[in-house]
């Protein structure tokens, strides 16, 4: 038989237990209240904006007209894409997945890691404002926050929203074209497919003065869940043997030295050369 | 009776509720807080791998006889125009041990199995320490950043882990500790080891033990790196692009530079042009 002595004193030990598991919660993050997203994201679908052929692309009449005059291959890819010279392919391209994403997510931002030419993000969700002056880049600044949706007590949305860029950039490798103004606007709602956890949905939305209204595609990665034991480090410089020099890109060969990339190029000019 | 029932049950839910939260619940203040943006600390300028010391020979490195030569000649090529051995020139990444140099700030990110460290520089490189009790692997494609191991320890015993140590091998070259050229062996044998803690009398600074075992060493080298915490609430990331505005060329062995009007130009003096056999020739 217990006495109410002891009984009492089990229940206030039993109570601070609680409130120490409380506490120590406070300090825990807890990843119960964020959806799964870990593994590696695969683009599912071409290297096409719409997934498709971008016919529908809502191009001013000049960014239209800009669009169809680049020099492009056979298999309708810019020749002069600035990712073959190591420049970043930027937002919202980066969201085309060149390489698998891997995204982390803590409580102050959620990183998107891509193995990629400089492709990684973070996505701010630490609450802060939008600072008055930001040194433009190509991946921009982007803020967010996690939304429960469905009211079930957990995130399963994360909306996101990216400014202050640098170009030029493109939406993919065919060069369909962003505004040389760098006003674009990105937003995105980013969640798992609610019939397939393991598709993950990214409802991109661009605001630019290259198109004619803001334009929606949603982009589809798949999920590998396959343990990667040694991720491989991609550094664009050793990959690439494209070279810009002025306006034109050139190839060093081989034989290590410069080639055209187009019949009848010319090569570069040697005027700081002595003759 | 009812009471004591009652007491139990409330005791037995109590405990119930402890266990539910801990199990979802990663816990990080088990581990110290390397939250935030970390900045190196170092004297201004261009910093060396040892910021304690002058840069180039003033650094002291324990070089091999060889290796004095090595770092000699690359100075002299720095001399004379050229890019010695330091690899950024060409967009590569300094790689481990220089990038803990961290010429751009650092984010250091803790999960159970794996922590993040996180610097933009040149490569946007988010080194990943394994610290799930992984042993090597038989196979390991080398990578600048290399591939590292570690583990938390609890220095006092105070159920908390202090510090995080890690192991870094399989490196790929080529490797300067630092922009004036000073040589890690071509070998690529490099071994890194690594302490890295929070100051006890000033937790907003991180203290980096970096050992080094190289074979262009006569004995391991250690140098003491450090850094603050930004004191901002909301640190920008900048991002550092190397290949934009980058002005030097790699066409074959050469290395040119571009003008500020777009053209090529030599890097050093009596520099031939580069080969424009596969050219049409113009008129």
Sequence with gaps: ?275 | MRNRILVAAIGLAAIIGVTTVSASAFDDAQYPDFKGQWRRISPPGQPAFDPNKPRGWGQEAPLTEEYKKVFEDNLRDLAAGGEGLWPGYSCRPPGMPPMMTAYEPVEIVILPKVTFIMIDHIHDAHRRIHTDGRDWPKEIEPAYAGYSIGKWVDDNGDGKFDALEIETRHIKGRRAYDATGLPLHADNKTVVKERIYLDKADRNILRNEVTVIDNALTRPWTVMKSYSRAPEQYPFWREYLCSENNNHIAIGKESYFLSADGYLMPAKKGQTPPDLRHFEPQR
């Design chain 1, 1 to 275: 038989m217990v006495s109410r002595r002891t009984a009492a004193l089990i229940a206030l030990a039993a109570t601070l237990c609680m409130m120490l598991g409380l506490a120590s919660a406070a300090h825990a993050f807890d990843e119960a209240k964020y959806p799964d997203l870990s593994g590696q994201w695969r683009r599912i679908g071409p290297d096409r904006w719409d997934g498709a052929s971008n016919r529908d692309a809502p191009l001013t009449p000049e960014y239209r007209a800009i669009y169809e005059k680049t020099r492009k291959t056979e298999a309708g890819n810019m020749i002069a894409d600035p990712m073959l010279t190591c420049q970043s392919p930027g937002m919202p391209r980066i969201m085309q997945a060149y390489q698998p994403m891997e995204i982390i997510v803590t409580p102050d931002t959620t990183h998107i890691l891509i193995e990629h030419i400089h492709d990684s993000r973070r996505i701010h969700t630490d609450g802060r404002p939008w600072p008055g002056e930001v040194d433009p880049s190509f991946r921009g600044l982007s803020i967010g926050q996690w939304q429960d949706t469905d009211g079930d007590g957990r995130f399963d949305t994360l909306v996101a929203e990216t400014r202050h860029f640098q170009g030029p950039r493109y939406f993919d490798g065919s060069g369909l074209p962003l505004h040389e103004d760098n006003k674009t606007v990105v937003r995105e709602r980013i969640s798992l497919d609610k019939s397939n956890p393991d598709i993950l949905i990214d409802e991109i939305t661009v605001t630019d003065s290259a198109l004619t209204r803001p334009w929606t595609v949603t982009k589809s990665y798949r999920r590998d869940r396959t343990p990667v034991l040694v991720h491989r480090e991609s550094v664009c410089a050793d990959n690439t043997a494209h070279v810009a020099i002025g306006d034109e890109m050139y190839v060093v060969g081989p034989d290590g030295n410069l080639t055209p990339t187009r019949p009848g190029q010319p090569p570069p000019d040697l005027r700081y050369f002595p003759r």
